[in-house]
């Protein structure tokens, strides 16, 4: 949700933040904060609005100082305004506290804090935090150190901080539990964030704090690891990042959403890369090889995932059943955890992340954990906490993903789940060998069928100048591609904030055809596999109403084509596989309607690229 930078060393911190800032900012975007220290005090500054409006409100002044910590938000206690923006300062004036998670005891802490005298001028958790942390210093006359431990161990729910005494400039301390932190080590110098993006043009040493640990860090001395719980001290494990910075840049794009949409056929041949080998074929896939017979023996697997993840585990459903003839239930990570779901032990649960960090997600993975479940991570982000606490896992190698709305990273997501699928469906003989050939072959070849897919969006360009001001979509999709409707009525209402939903084709004559009239335009998944014939008797009763049908068809379709307003080609592959092509027209027209609106595409209002919070 929320972005933390801080830096402390001998550089001057003020342009070190400012730009960490501006590249945590897909984490958060309704205000931000800084705040810089130098013997005997600090410059504070926060505003609502984006970093730019920070960086405008400061740019005249001049901050100096080597030691700071700055905030981008994502609201969750109190409205976005000056008042709740981060950093927040405790009653004396003495602590500056920058937080990300959120507090589900501070109402009480606060009634506590009241009778004590303390004061609020804001809505938020975070200034209960760091009066709490004054209030247990002061009263037990303790280190600040020693204040925030006690504290921390007196809370309910997550949180990432980073907190700084006016008196001693040199010493930030930061601890973690839930919410995703990251310390970047370079000689004698400290770099903390939210993610490693902020500081890999000044160090790739980093260090991931893990949940329930705290660093004290001082200027000029080694780094200080220990346990929240017991203050026990930890030896800290320093990893080498490796993150190419030009994928972090937009280059020649306006928005990062368009680069990460035409950049898929790259990021699918590096998630294939070294896993589908064409020429033996195999498939090898790292994490999945210890574990294979796990895998060979299921009786079903659960798939767990939030948003464009859970859409890729529904295509995931399809797959897996179809090819390796495995039941599979798809599961909201959300839910999950609340249903008293039954997992028995050695059951696999697939939990899938594009951060990593997802609160919900992971609060799945922990509860099939304790069962005794076999847990199996796909994730994005090397590192990430599903990363590091699964039994097993993958990484998608999608690359940095900056635009909130999820595009290359779904498609990967899916790649995963196919080589899963043919891994295990080729083991069992569910997949006859001459089919597991062609699928593979055709995967092999599939990155360039999306960037033939690509050349549609001029087309779709011109579609979304006629459709930009409505406001309802209808998506439909049959089999495998109903997920692919929900997902591309997800982007669109994720980014234009237009009113869309995703059903199977077949269920509109079950209540949302009581919608259809000229007004609204229907998206139509109708390429030529299974239920083809189907859809087109959808498509004329979609017709009979006046609907407006955009339809999604493959090269040389002809009936569809008769029947629709407008129709975008797209290559013909095997139904197995096309969830990977029909998914990349619905990204661009999303994509197009938002930016012919006006809109911020990379950041769409009330949203956070990681939901790290409930």
């Known amino acids: 949700m929320c972005g933390i930078i801080g830096y402390l060393g001998n550089k001057e911190a003020y342009p070190i933040l400012i730009n960490g800032l501006k590249k945590l900012e897909y984490r958060g975007y309704d205000s931000s904060g800084i705040a810089i220290f130098y013997q005997g005090g600090y410059s504070l500054y926060k505003t609502k609005g984006k970093v730019n409006q920070l960086e405008k409100k400061i740019s005249s002044l001049k901050l100096h100082g080597t030691t700071g910590i700055g905030h981008t938000r994502w609201a969750t206690h109190g409205i ?10 405790s009653n004396s004036q003495e602590l500056i506290l920058i937080h990300n998670g959120i507090i589900e005891n501070y109402y009480a802490i606060k009634i506590i804090l009241l009778d004590n005298g303390f004061t609020f001028k804001s809505k938020t958790d975070t200034e209960v935090l760091v009066n709490l942390i004054e209030y247990i210093k002061k009263k037990n006359k303790l280190s600040l150190e020693e204040a925030v431990r006690i504290s921390l161990n007196e809370i309910i729910g997550a949180y990432s901080i980073a907190i700084v005494e006016k008196s001693h400039p040199e010493r930030i301390i930061i601890a973690k539990l839930g919410s995703p932190l990251t310390l970047g080590i370079n000689k004698k110098e400290f770099f903390i964030a939210s993610d490693p993006i902020p500081f890999i043009n000044y160090t790739n040493n980093v260090l991931y704090l893990k949940d329930g640990e705290m660093a004290i860090l001082n200027k000029n001395k080694e780094l200080d690891l220990r346990k929240i719980r017991n203050n026990h001290k930890l030896n800290p494990i320093i990893k080498e990042l490796q993150i190419n910075l030009k994928k972090i840049e937009k280059g020649e794009y306006k928005y990062f959403m368009l680069k990460e949409i035409y950049e898929q056929p790259k990021t699918i041949l590096d998630t294939l890369r070294g896993r589908l080998l064409i020429t033996d074929g195999l498939i090898y896939i790292d994490g999945f090889e210890l574990n294979k017979d796990i895998f060979f023996n299921a009786k079903c697997i659960t798939i767990v995932g939030c948003g464009t993840s859970w859409h890729a585990s529904l295509i995931g459903e399809y797959i897996l059943e179809n090819i390796a003839r495995i039941p599979v239930e798809v599961e909201y990570a959300s839910e999950f955890r609340y249903k008293n779901p039954i997992v028995k032990k050695k059951d696999i649960i697939i939990v899938i992340s594009q951060s990593g960090e997802t609160a919900d997600t992971i609060a799945a993975l922990k509860l099939a954990k304790k069962k005794g479940a076999f847990v199996f991570g796909i994730c994005n982000v090397v590192g990430s906490y599903i990363a590091r606490n699964v039994d097993a896992g993958v990484y998608t190698h999608a690359g940095p993903e900056i635009g909130v709305a999820s595009t290359k990273a779904f498609t990967a997501q899916i790649i995963i789940l196919i080589l899963l699928a043919l891994k295990i469906g080729k083991h069992k003989s569910t997949i006859t060998d001459d089919f597991y050939k062609k699928l593979c072959t055709e995967l092999n070849y599939i990155s360039d069928k999306i960037s033939l897919t690509l050349k549609t969006d001029k087309y779709i360009k011109n579609i979304s100048k006629i459709y930009h001001k409505v406001n309802n979509f209808i998506y439909l999709g049959r089999g495998i591609n109903f997920p692919v409707a929900l997902e591309g009525a997800l982007k669109l209402k994720e980014i234009s904030y237009i009113h869309a939903e995703g059903y199977p084709a077949a269920e509109m004559k079950h209540g949302p055809i009581a919608l259809i009239d000229e007004k609204i335009p229907v998206v139509v998944l109708a390429t030529k596999k299974k239920l083809y014939e189907k859809i087109i008797v959808n498509i004329q009763e979609i017709k009979a109403r006046n609907g407006k049908i955009i339809a999604i068809v493959n090269e040389g379709d002809i009936q569809v084509s008769m029947l629709a307003d407008h129709v975008i080609y797209v290559p013909e592959t095997y139904d197995e596989l096309s ?36």
């Open 80 to 89: 976005p305004n000056d008042i709740n923006a981060h950093p927040h300062v």
């Open 579 to 614: 969830p990977l092509i029909t998914i990349i027209p619905l990204q661009l027209l999303a994509y197009q309607i938002a930016f012919i609106r006006g809109e911020n595409v990379d950041q769409p209002r009330n949203l956070a690229k990681s939901v790290t919070v409930e």
